[in-house]
């Protein structure tokens, strides 16, 4: 909504079917560019043009952006952009020129953004508007212009900016930069250094980053090489390679350890016997009070979401311990991942005892089911197999569901009705599924037994 720049790429909207959340995936290279200072003769005006053309109706054309206007508060974007003015140099220079074009409506302009700052180019020094750009009135031969933008009044074509600009991130937003501070930038110096302070050359603190590659992954990872660096007062640690410990979290040794410690304890104790998972579910009590309490989904607030998970699995793996569901074990392991909307859910493998192993279809059906229960008996029952244990309905009752692949269910639903359990010839469970006349109504489609999830 206060972005002077577009957001572009190759966006992959093919995977929004209406059968899932929405996704925004972009492949390929992500970029920013930006249009004309003034929009086309018919058009609305758009990002940066919001802050020069047709100011009076402002609050309108940003709150038009998006779809549902009801929900929007004019409010919060009258502060927002209250706050911006006062304190962004970039919106007070786009607003200097919305008060030269309503007072020179006919002439012809552009806008030259700086790519480097000529008085300092340390990013905790509070930038003015002379910095960061000029407005140039009149004819302006723009072959030349090195890295610096410059941007037409009328009929200039979207251009690219460069990601090494020092405007590449403040430009895309403004409320995460609220100064109009600079971003990355060739040349930075370190902290605490004079521009002309020219030491010895071992200690020489000014440097410049290689360019890697120019790509947004490219300029993260001289971002961390760029933080490396200044974290160390020795200029001989420069490019210094740092091997992180395995005990670092999510590093390619800390997976590869835990790989290692998993198939020593499947070749100690054989084959697990259960696969359980839990997932954080966001109509628990805790969050439905926090949720009326403050009016914010929990999706909003992982760290609310992630504490009360974490609890709850401290408390299930407890039981589990103590033998309160299945008896005693021999031993156990879980994983904990995060789905696309940051609630997390864990799995779990767990090694029975001795004789408690499932070594015959009677164990197997005394803990695990795959029936929908008789409403009439366990109606408490029914209703969370329902609501939690139903996949789909897909094949042909629903085509477009989206496990389909190539016209089948690539989790091999609906399965066959079977009076008994039994076991294949690579040992997998085939669950007894009866077929009992119970069923329960999901899209305007009646579903029993063959969908239900183990």
Same mark, same amino acid.
């Given at each position: 909504?206060?972005?002077?720049?577009?957001?572009?790429?190759?966006?992959?909207?093919?995977?929004?079917?209406?059968?899932?959340?929405?996704?925004?995936?972009?492949?390929?290279?992500?970029?920013?560019?930006?249009?004309?200072?003034?929009?086309?003769?018919?058009?609305?005006? =758009?990002?940066?043009?919001?802050?020069?053309?047709?100011?009076?109706?402002?609050?309108?054309?940003?709150?038009?952006?998006?779809?549902?206007?009801?929900?929007?508060?004019?409010?919060?974007?009258?502060?927002?952009?209250?706050?911006?003015?006062?304190?962004?140099?970039?919106?007070?220079?786009?607003?200097?020129? /919305?008060?030269? %074009?309503?007072?020179?409506?006919?002439?012809?302009?552009?806008?030259?953004?700086?790519?480097?700052?000529?008085?300092? /180019?340390?990013?905790?020094?509070?930038?003015?508007?002379?910095?960061?750009?000029?407005?140039?009135?009149?004819?302006?031969?723009?072959?030349?212009?090195?890295?610096?933008?410059?941007?037409?009044?009328?009929?200039?074509?979207?251009?690219?900016?460069?990601?090494?600009?020092?405007?590449?991130?403040?430009?895309?937003?403004?409320?995460?930069?609220? %100064?109009?501070?600079?971003?990355?930038?060739?040349?930075?110096?370190?902290?605490?250094?004079?521009?002309?302070?020219?030491?010895?050359?071992?200690?020489?603190?000014?440097?410049?980053?290689?360019?890697?590659?120019?790509?947004?992954?490219?300029?993260?990872?001289?971002?961390?090489?760029?933080?490396?660096?200044?974290?160390?007062?020795?200029?001989?640690?420069?490019?210094?390679?740092?091997?992180?410990?395995?005990?670092?979290?999510?590093?390619?040794?800390?997976?590869?350890?835990?790989?290692?410690?998993?198939?020593?304890?499947? =070749?100690?104790?054989?084959?697990?016997?259960?696969?359980?998972?839990?997932?954080?579910?966001?109509?628990?009590?805790?969050?439905?009070?926090?949720?009326? /309490?403050?009016?914010?989904?929990?999706?909003?607030?992982?760290?609310?979401?992630?504490?009360?998970?974490?609890?709850?699995? =401290?408390?299930?793996?407890?039981?589990?311990?103590?033998?309160?569901?299945?008896?005693?074990?021999?031993?156990?392991?879980?994983?904990?991942?995060?789905?696309?909307?940051?609630?997390?859910?864990?799995?779990?493998?767990?090694?029975?005892?001795?004789?408690?192993?499932?070594?015959?279809?009677?164990?197997?059906?005394?803990?695990?089911?795959?029936?929908?229960?008789?409403?009439?008996?366990?109606?408490?029952? %029914?209703?969370?197999?329902?609501?939690?244990?139903?996949?789909?309905?897909?094949?042909?009752?629903?085509?477009?569901?989206?496990?389909?692949?190539?016209?089948?269910?690539?989790?091999?639903?609906?399965?066959?009705?079977?009076?008994?359990?039994?076991?294949?010839?690579?040992?997998?469970?085939?669950?007894?599924?009866?077929?009992?006349?119970?069923?329960?109504?999901?899209?305007?489609?009646?579903?029993?037994?063959?969908?239900?999830?183990?």
């Amino acid at each position: 909504m206060f972005a002077f720049t577009y957001l572009g790429g190759k966006v992959l909207d093919s995977v929004n079917n209406g059968s899932g959340p929405l996704q925004f995936i972009i492949t390929s290279q992500n970029y920013h560019r930006i249009e004309s200072l003034l929009p086309d003769p018919g058009q609305k005006p =758009k990002f940066a043009q919001l802050y020069i053309y047709d100011t009076q109706h402002e609050i309108m054309h940003r709150q038009g952006i998006f779809r549902q206007t009801s929900e929007i508060d004019k409010e919060l974007i009258t502060e927002l952009l209250q706050m911006i003015d006062t304190h962004n140099v970039i919106s007070q220079l786009f607003r200097r020129v /919305r008060e030269f %074009y309503q007072c020179h409506p006919s002439e012809i302009f552009f806008l030259k953004l700086y790519s480097h700052r000529k008085i300092d /180019r340390r990013t905790y020094n509070t930038p003015s508007c002379d910095e960061v750009a000029a407005l140039i009135v009149g004819d302006f031969d723009s072959s030349d212009h090195g890295r610096d933008i410059i941007v037409r009044s009328t009929a200039g074509q979207l251009q690219r900016i460069y990601e090494t600009h020092s405007l590449y991130w403040p430009l895309q937003y403004p409320l995460l930069f609220p %100064y109009g501070e600079n971003g990355y930038q060739l040349n930075i110096l370190y902290r605490g250094q004079q521009e002309g302070y020219v030491p010895g050359r071992r200690t020489k603190r000014l440097y410049e980053i290689r360019i890697k590659q120019s790509t947004i992954r490219g300029e993260v990872l001289q971002g961390i090489e760029e933080a490396m660096c200044r974290g160390d007062d020795e200029a001989s640690s420069i490019e210094t390679r740092v091997i992180l410990p395995s005990s670092f979290t999510g590093s390619r040794r800390y997976m590869f350890n835990h790989c290692q410690d998993a198939m020593a304890i499947c =070749k100690y104790f054989g084959y697990p016997d259960l696969f359980l998972t839990i997932t954080c579910n966001p109509n628990w009590p805790e969050f439905q009070q926090f949720t009326e /309490r403050k009016r914010i989904p929990i999706a909003d607030r992982p760290d609310i979401s992630c504490r009360v998970f974490h609890a709850k699995l =401290k408390c299930l793996l407890s039981d589990l311990k103590e033998g309160v569901f299945f008896g005693s074990l021999s031993t156990s392991m879980y994983t904990i991942e995060f789905q696309k909307r940051v609630l997390p859910h864990a799995h779990m493998l767990l090694w029975l005892n001795g004789e408690r192993n499932l070594q015959s279809v009677e164990i197997v059906d005394e803990f695990i089911c795959a029936e929908l229960p008789n409403p009439l008996k366990f109606l408490a029952l %029914y209703n969370v197999v329902t609501k939690y244990m139903i996949h789909g309905p897909c094949g042909r009752l629903r085509p477009s569901s989206p496990c389909m692949k190539d016209g089948k269910c690539s989790k091999f639903y609906p399965k066959r009705f079977v009076d008994q359990t039994s076991f294949d010839e690579d040992g997998y469970p085939i669950y007894r599924r009866r077929n009992m006349g119970v069923t329960v109504k999901i899209n305007d489609v009646d579903i029993g037994n063959r969908f239900v999830v183990p």
